[in-house]
């Protein structure tokens, strides 16, 4: 495990943090620093999250996503390192799954804990908006449907409705994406939660965007691939997915993306980045080590290994890292 003061040394040529006064984005700077552009990834872990009844406590909660969020961007207050990642006066959009249902869906408290720190940093309440496909996987996360535009919004895309958008890649598939992200939203923060999934091996930061399509059921043959690599390449998924902060808090490492009490694990962590890619590579590595512990095969003898991962880092798409060369993890 690097320490903190030589991973920030040696992050210099990697993402660029997301402020309202950067002018480039990730794909900029892979291209310009190609031979030795890095991608950061954190892992924030806290082994006393869940508390001695099982259930998450707030607290701790906000403590690690603030120590998620200072080790990655290398401020230690709170409020000064969420204004390198978010402009103040844009609509933030928190995008949850809860696809799972109740057992394995994003956890309210880290959906409460991001939206405190989002409104201490400047962002006006009304202007963070809570959303997911439908009410239905709001409710599964814990959250309560709200449309006042004083208050922090959550309302899905059956709400706000979906609209045709050029199929990446000349793709058969024609595809309708929320309206939230192409209308509503300035920035989003992708809130996934860390799963095995029985046909694409992995869901996590990049797949997390299947709950922005109307259908995404036409997006899974090949075991989602070269779907997930496909959609997120679509220019405004690109550019307005812009961080991640990964509820790996409670996972499932098979049988998912449903909820499997017998195949549930608390790693107790968040993992943080921009870099799509290398932070599914990482959500990869995760899985297949529990998976390992557990006595269960890997995805790839399992006939459903993540290829959408290579995809997505190919010169096709371009969306980040997938190399572990390229990749500077962060584990505090």
């Known amino acids: 495990m690097k320490n903190r003061r030589e991973f920030l040394k040696t992050a210099a040529t ?103 720190r989002l409104q201490q940093a400047g962002v006006k309440p009304g202007n963070i908006l809570v959303w997911d496909r439908n009410a239905r996987d709001l409710e599964a996360c814990g959250l309560t449907i709200s449309t006042d535009p004083g208050r922090v919004r959550c309302y899905g895309s059956d709400v706000a409705g979906f609209e045709d958008q050029p199929a990446a890649f000349g793709a058969a598939v024609n595809v309708k994406l929320a309206k939230i992200l192409t209308r509503e939203c300035d920035m989003v923060i992708g809130l996934p939660i860390l799963k095995d999934h029985e046909m694409s091996g992995v869901t996590f930061a990049m797949k997390n965007m299947y709950g922005v399509v109307q259908r995404p059921q036409e997006l899974h043959p090949g075991g989602c691939n070269p779907g997930v690599a496909d959609l997120n390449c679509i220019p405004v998924v690109r550019a307005k997915v812009r961080f991640t902060i990964g509820d790996a808090m409670t996972s499932v490492y098979d049988g998912g993306p449903g909820f499997h009490p017998e195949r549930l694990w608390q ?23 529990k998976r390992a512990e557990a006595g269960l095969p890997t995805l790839e003898a399992a006939g459903r290994p993540p290829r959408y991962i290579a995809t997505a880092a190919d010169q096709a798409h371009k969306l980040g890292f997938n190399d572990p060369q390229r990749i500077n993890l962060l584990e505090v």
């Open 267 to 289: 790693p107790n962590a968040l993992i943080v980045g921009e870099d799509r890619v290398a932070l599914d590579h990482t959500a990869w590595q995760i899985i297949e080590r």
């Open 14 to 116: 990697g993402a660029v943090l997301l402020s309202s006064q950067s002018k480039l984005g990730l794909a900029a700077i892979l291209d310009q620093h190609a031979e030795t552009a890095k991608s950061r990834v954190v892992i924030a872990r806290d082994p006393a999250l869940h508390g001695q009844n099982g259930q998450l406590d707030e607290k701790h909660v906000l403590d690690l996503l603030d120590r998620a969020i200072a080790a990655y961007t290398g401020r230690d207050h709170p409020v000064e390192a969420w204004k390198r990642i978010v402009p103040m006066d844009k609509v933030i959009g928190l995008k949850t799954n809860g696809l799972g249902g109740k057992g394995i869906s994003t956890h309210v408290a880290l959906v409460l804990a991001i939206s405190e």
